[in-house]
C-alpha cells in the first residue's frame, strides 16, 4: 500500500514536470527551429561565408562603446567581465536574475538547469523534494525563459553577458533566409550584426553603471519571493475542508482528490499576489498603499491580508527601480546609436523596423529619462541612479523633480 502511495504522489509531481515544460513548449520549438535554421545555413555557406565570433566583436567594440557612455552620460563605465554562455547556461543565468531567498538559491540553480535540460524526472524530484520552492520559482520559468531568443544580452553581478546562441545564429539564419546572392547580401547582414552587438554591448554597459538601482531592484525582488515563499507554505498547510471551500467560492475548476499537492498548487498559482491583486485591482495596483481582501477568502486563510499588504511596498520598488533600469539604458542607446549605420541595418535586418519607427517608440520609463534630461541635462543620469522614482513618481515625474 505504500509503495502504492508514493507512486501516486511521483505521478503527479510528474504531470508537474510535463506540465512545466508544456508551458515553455513553444518557446522550446522555437529554439529547435534555431537550431536547425542555423544548420541548414551553416550546410550552404561552408567555409565561403563566415561571420566574426560574437568574442571577437566584442573586443572590437567594448572599449569605444565604454568611452561613448561615459562621454554620454557623465558616468564612467565599470571594468566589466565578459561572457559568452550557451544556452543551457544562459538559462542558468536567468535563474540567478530571479534574485531567490538565500536559501533557495540552490534549488533554483538545479531547476534552471533541469529545465534547460528538459529533464522532467529532474524537475518531478526537484517538486518533490520542496514544494514550496517549486511553487514559488517554477512561476518564473515560463517569463524568464520564454525571452530567450529575443534576449541578446544581460548583466549580473559585475558580469556583462551575450547570448551566444542567439547572436550566433541570427546572422547565418538572416542571411540564408534572404537568399542568393549571398556574398552581396553579406555586408548588409554583417553590418547588422555588428549593430546588434553594439546595442547589446552599450545596453549592458549602462546596466552596469546601475550599482544602486541593481542593488535595490535585486533586494526587493529578493523580498517578494520570501513573501511568496511563506504564502506557499500557508497554502501547503491548508486543510482539506479549508481547501474545498475555497476551490467553490473562488470557483476554480476541480481537481481530482488523488492529487492533494495539485489541488494545493492551483490554489496557490491563483491567490498568489503577482497574480491575484494585479488581476482583482489592475496595474493601478503600483501606486496603491493598501490593499482589501474579500472577507470570505479571510475565513480560510487569515494571513493573507497581511501577506498582500507587506507585498505592496518590494512589489512597487521593483516595478519602479526596473522601470527606471531600463528607461534610462534604452534612452542611451537610441540616442548614441541613432546616426550608427550598422544600428540602422540591424533595424532593418534583425528587428524587422527602421529607425524613424524605432525613434518613435514610448516607454514609461525611457519617457522619465528623456523628462528629466530635459530639465536638468548630464546630472539626470546619476539622480537616477542615486535617488531612484516611486511609482507615483514615474507616472508624475514633476513630483519627483521637486523632491530631489
Known amino acids: 500500500m505504500g509503495l502504492q502511495i508514493i507512486k501516486l504522489e511521483m505521478d503527479e509531481f510528474e504531470e508537474f514536470a510535463f ?75 536567468k535563474g540567478r536574475k530571479v534574485f531567490p531567498t538565500k536559501n533557495s538559491a540552490a534549488f533554483v540553480d538545479d531547476l534552471f538547469t533541469a529545465i534547460a535540460h528538459e529533464d522532467t524526472n529532474k524537475i ?70 555588428h549593430g546588434a552587438m553594439k546595442m547589446t554591448i552599450l545596453e549592458e554597459q549602462i546596466h552596469s553603471m546601475q550599482k544602486n538601482l541593481y542593488e535595490i531592484n535585486k533586494n526587493a525582488v529578493t523580498q517578494v519571493n520570501e513573501i511568496n515563499e511563506e504564502l506557499a507554505d500557508i497554502i501547503l498547510s491548508l486543510d482539506g475542508a479549508k481547501i474545498k471551500n475555497l476551490y467553490e467560492y473562488l470557483q476554480l475548476p476541480p481537481v481530482p482528490d488523488e492529487y492533494p499537492i495539485a489541488q494545493k498548487a492551483n490554489l496557490f498559482f491563483t491567490l498568489n499576489p503577482d497574480n491575484f491583486i494585479v488581476r482583482v485591482l489592475g496595474p493601478d495596483v503600483m501606486t496603491f498603499t493598501k490593499v482589501s481582501v474579500d472577507p470570505k477568502i479571510l475565513e480560510s486563510i487569515p ?58 517608440r514610448k516607454s514609461m520609463g525611457m519617457d522619465f529619462t528623456e523628462y528629466l534630461v530635459g530639465k536638468i541635462g548630464k546630472d539626470a543620469y546619476r539622480t537616477l541612479i542615486e535617488k531612484p522614482p516611486t511609482t507615483r513618481e514615474l507616472k508624475n515625474p514633476e513630483s519627483y523633480l521637486k523632491g530631489i
Open 303 to 360: 494571513q493573507l491580508l497581511d501577506i498582500y499588504q507587506r507585498w505592496l511596498k518590494p512589489i512597487q520598488t521593483h516595478h519602479a527601480a526596473f522601470t527606471a533600469m531600463e528607461g534610462m539604458a534604452e534612452f542611451v542607446v537610441r540616442n548614441i546609436l541613432k546616426e550608427d549605420q550598422d544600428f540602422h541595418n540591424y533595424l532593418v535586418t534583425f528587428a524587422n523596423t527602421d529607425i524613424s519607427s524605432y525613434q518613435i
Open 19 to 93: 506540465a512545466l515544460l508544456d508551458q515553455i513548449s513553444v518557446e522550446l520549438n522555437e529554439e529547435k527551429t534555431i537550431k536547425e535554421s542555423q544548420s541548414k545555413a551553416a550546410e550552404v555557406f561552408g567555409s565561403k561565408i563566415v561571420f566574426d565570433d560574437i568574442r571577437t566583436i566584442y573586443e572590437q567594440i567594448v572599449a569605444g562603446s565604454a568611452q561613448k557612455a561615459s562621454d554620454f552620460t557623465g558616468i564612467s563605465v565599470p571594468d566589466n567581465k565578459a561572457e559568452f554562455p550557451d544556452l543551457v547556461e544562459f538559462k542558468r543565468l
Open 124 to 193: 518531478a524530484h526537484l517538486a518533490e523534494s520542496n514544494v514550496s520552492q517549486f511553487l514559488v520559482y517554477s512561476t518564473y520559468a515560463k517569463g524568464y525563459i520564454s525571452q530567450i531568443s529575443t534576449t541578446y544580452g544581460d548583466f549580473y553581478e559585475s558580469t556583462i553577458y551575450l547570448n551566444k546562441f542567439v547572436l550566433s545564429s541570427y546572422p547565418q539564419i538572416i542571411l540564408h533566409k534572404l537568399g542568393q546572392p549571398y556574398e552581396s547580401n553579406f555586408t548588409r547582414v554583417n553590418s547588422g550584426y
